[in-house]
């Protein structure tokens, strides 16, 4: 079977190209794979799917996978990026065999350009980039060739040499691989191998001032690495005739040839997936950094509260495709309430209270009733809450006329306080300007929930949550939305994406009242706040803060 052959559905076309060459080309020792981020800025969620399909190919083959910086452009990268990209994929839960760079090949990269030169496979070109780049013309019709394509081999070397020692200035000249100026694929009309960048590097300080270009160092890298397995995204299928011309040109070992192969881009709805415009969003301050809850990076996920676990769920879910497609943003909060239920401490938190009184309950009278921190795991154990006559509820669950569609607490019906008590709408009082301040309720004292009762059996319509008003702890709560209005801000090449920017996607809350089980929350932990959503603890000094992540249902889809 071709490799084309094999897109079925839901086929993993790139497992079935690994399997095809173990039959056939390669032993099982010889599969090696790599993640090459360029550390250009923080991983974001596309990410996470190639490293979902590079690592996971390492363990379901038990071989081994390299961690891979492309450090090529020292202009725009950094051991901030470097560490954030280790920190990420540790936090995902896979770790690398070497930690690679494509820095520390520089030499030997060098050295085979020198090969090329010698070949009369490579020359430089005094022409600016930009006439380079008009001379390529369009695939229909062959390109312009450079006036210096045919310098003769001493010539190119020693303006190659004089070009890493610092002779000219950034522009004044390039290496171009001489290939075919007619090819109809562009990327093979004498494409750039080094430019002259006059920066120093994160890694290699000002030993160089020429940097190759992501298409000489890529499969050279693999090459040197050993990997037989180079999988990246659909962008680069029209350069991999390139990556097997270079490869060809300096293949001089028994040793693998590393195969380029390409799966579809993860776009997702609501957001972007772009490290240089994720950039501009914290460059320019509309988030808080690139690990703002509402940022699609791996450390902005991670600060939401999004469990790595929802992350891999929704990789797999999403598969590999050889097509480009949106996928639906409800689909990655659909995999984080599925991890979140079976992971999250449950607590009770009123966000927008309203003080309820239970006429019938004595007055100084406190319990401590008991509940489970998760029922769906027995492990969570089980912990106390702080119940009197007193208490708050949020302000959405009472109505004071009820219809037949309305299960929460309104005059004359009952409802259950979760955990707690059946209680019953009396009257409520109201301020100046008609807003209720104020509820007052009946309870039965025999309906106590776990008492084993004839009463404590007793269904009624709806449950709703509470807060002891003599017992609780005030918090922030940050309620987060989507970033961007509309399903693809990047759609549209001319407008800024910024303006899809959605101006709610941040409220802060301050003043919700939670149990006082709360302070006792960790950051390594989830929580839901029940009948509302999952949170993470953002921080606590002084003050607790949550994050919501996600609430417990869509919303998103009734509210536009
Ligand atoms: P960006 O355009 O966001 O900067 P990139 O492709 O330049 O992304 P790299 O650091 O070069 O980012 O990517 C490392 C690896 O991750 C590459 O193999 C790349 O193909 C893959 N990758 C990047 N974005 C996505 C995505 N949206 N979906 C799947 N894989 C991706
Ligand atoms: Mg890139």
Redesign the pocket.
Known sequence: MSENDSLGKNENFLEQIIKDDLGNSHSQNQLRFR????P??YL?I??A??IYINFGFGQQFSSPVNLRF?DTNPEKESIEYINSIKNDIRWLGYSWDKECYASDYFDQLYEWAEGLIKKGKAYVDDQNQETISDQRGIPTIPGKESPFRDRDVDTNLDLFRKMKDNYFKPGDCVLRAKIDMSSPNMHMRDPIMYRIIDHEHHRTKDNWVIYPTYDWAHGQSDYIENISHS???LE?EVHRELYDWFISNIYDEKKIIPKQREFA???ISYTI????KLLELVESNEVDGWDDPRMPTISGMRRRGIPPAAIISFCEKVGVAKRENIIDFALLDYCTREVLNKKAYRLMVVIDPVELEILNYPDEKNELLKAENNPEDESYGHREISFSKNLYIERDDFKEEFNRKYFRLSIGKEVRLKNAYIIKGERVEKNDSGEIIKIYCTYDPKSKSGSGTEESLRKVKGTIHWIDKNNYEKISVNNYDRLFKVEAPDGNKDDDFKTYLNENSFVQVKNAYAESNIRDSKKENYYQFQRNGYYKLESNNKELTFNRTVTLRDTWKSKS
Do not use: A
Request: hydrophobic letters at 20%; aromatic letters at 14%; a positive charge.
């Open positions: 993640f090459p981020p360029e250009n800025g974001h596309g990410h799917k190639s492309d999988f990246c995204t680069f881009r993860l776009n997936m772009s490290k240089r």
